[in-house]
């Protein structure tokens, strides 16, 4: 199974980011739209395994208190003749303390993960083709401030059913504050 972490968003962070989708549709922008209930933020991907269990004790181990999470921006990856679309999170310390936590519990738990600096973002649009009169300032207005508090971390599982590319939650590990983990 294919699997990754990720951060699941509020249906108000969706709402704004498939409305940046929608202005994207309206300015003429062909790509592969994420579905929008498949909007995410990954926290690390783990590929094709069958190590389920592994994964999952690497999010048990997890403790990380509650924090906001704020859209930021926007941008493009390049990728050959086409570009990938994202929205940009504001890469506060709690979220990179958890992003760097839950690497290394995984990695304990014997998964190779990329090497990469973590680049926090939330995939609007894959293989993105603009028309030559696309306002990339627009683009940029038309995600408005949001915010979130992530209060979880999932482990989801990543499929085709009858073709459509479907995200299954498989495990749900709370965030809680000092106070609460004082108290178990």
Same mark, same amino acid.
């Given at each position: 199974?294919?699997l990754?972490y990720?951060i699941?968003l509020s249906?108000?962070?969706?709402?704004?980011?498939?409305g940046a989708?929608e202005?994207?549709k309206?300015?003429?922008v062909?790509?592969?739209? @994420?579905?929008?209930?498949?909007? !995410? +933020? /990954? %926290?690390?991907?783990?590929g094709e395994?069958e190590?389920?269990?592994?994964?999952?004790?690497?999010?048990e181990?997890l403790k990380?208190?509650?924090?906001c999470?704020?859209l930021k921006?926007v941008g493009s990856f390049?990728r050959?003749?086409s570009e990938?679309?994202w929205?940009?999170?504001?890469?506060?310390?709690?979220l990179?303390r958890?992003q760097?936590?839950l690497?290394?519990h995984?990695q304990?738990?014997?998964?190779q993960l990329? @090497?990469r600096?973590f680049?926090p !973002? +939330? /995939? %609007?649009a894959r293989?993105?083709h603009?028309?030559a009169?696309?306002?990339?300032?627009?683009f940029?207005?038309?995600?408005?401030p949001?915010q979130?508090?992530?209060?979880a971390?999932?482990?989801?599982?990543s499929e085709?059913?009858?073709g459509?590319l479907?995200?299954?939650?498989?495990f749900?590990?709370?965030l809680?504050?000092k106070?609460e983990?004082?108290?178990?």
């Amino acid at each position: 199974m294919r699997l990754f972490y990720a951060i699941l968003l509020s249906e108000e962070m969706k709402r704004t980011l498939t409305g940046a989708q929608e202005f994207l549709k309206a300015q003429g922008v062909r790509a592969n739209y @994420t579905r929008g209930e498949n909007l !995410h +933020l /990954t %926290l690390a991907f783990l590929g094709e395994t069958e190590r389920f269990s592994a994964a999952r004790r690497a999010g048990e181990q997890l403790k990380a208190e509650p924090f906001c999470l704020s859209l930021k921006g926007v941008g493009s990856f390049r990728r050959g003749d086409s570009e990938l679309f994202w929205a940009g999170v504001d890469l506060v310390p709690p979220l990179k303390r958890l992003q760097s936590v839950l690497s290394e519990h995984l990695q304990r738990e014997g998964f190779q993960l990329e @090497t990469r600096r973590f680049q926090p !973002h +939330l /995939t %609007l649009a894959r293989e993105v083709h603009v028309p030559a009169s696309f306002d990339r300032k627009a683009f940029s207005a038309s995600v408005s401030p949001t915010q979130m508090e992530v209060r979880a971390v999932s482990l989801m599982k990543s499929e085709r059913i009858r073709g459509v590319l479907t995200y299954t939650e498989l495990f749900r590990k709370p965030l809680v504050s000092k106070n609460e983990y004082a108290e178990n």
